[in-house]
């Protein structure tokens, strides 16, 4: 029988702090998902190929399949369950999404969403191309990507009059 060490780490997790005891490779998906119940971060592949547990961490996208929850240690991170606004409506991500029916059996979505809200914070007016771009890295099985690319320009709009109110 062995017993694999387990290491005592702070995640700040969508701007709360979390103690945790993990093992030394425990992924950060995992983490997230098993041992803070925020199951919004999917696991497709397993190998940072499509896309579906992208979170951001210091507001970049990183795929959480490929990060151990111990060097997440020190940083923010942010899922798809941090993205709504503090009252608890729909982000401009996700309304965008809503509103172009940007999401059809759900699974990738997640993964778009902090994708696309990573890609606005660094592009607030993308072209067509920029949006498809932007989304490049995040596979879906169901839409063609059609809305998809129109929920990035509508994100950014809605963004954009957010920050102008």
Do not use: W
Request: charged share 20%.
């Amino acid at each position: 029988m062995s017993t694999e060490q387990v290491h005592e780490i702070q995640l700040t997790v969508n701007g709360v702090r979390h103690d945790v005891a993990v093992p030394a490779r425990r992924l950060l998906s995992d983490a997230l998902r098993h041992d803070l119940g925020l199951t919004g971060t999917h696991v497709g592949c397993e190998h940072g190929v499509c896309g579906a547990c992208t979170i951001l961490v210091d507001g970049a996208p990183t795929r959480a399949c490929l990060m151990f929850a111990v060097s997440a240690q020190g940083h923010e991170i942010t899922t798809v369950e941090g993205l709504a606004r503090p009252d608890g409506t729909l982000g401009p991500v996700q309304q965008a999404f809503r509103e172009c029916h940007g999401l059809q059996c759900g699974f990738c979505t997640p993964g778009f969403l902090t994708t696309i809200t990573a890609g606005i914070a660094a592009n607030p007016d993308p072209t067509e191309d920029e949006a498809r771009d932007m989304v490049a890295g995040n596979l879906c099985r169901c839409t063609g990507y059609q809305n998809i690319v129109k929920a990035v320009g509508r994100a950014a709009e809605l963004a954009r009059d957010e920050e102008s109110a």
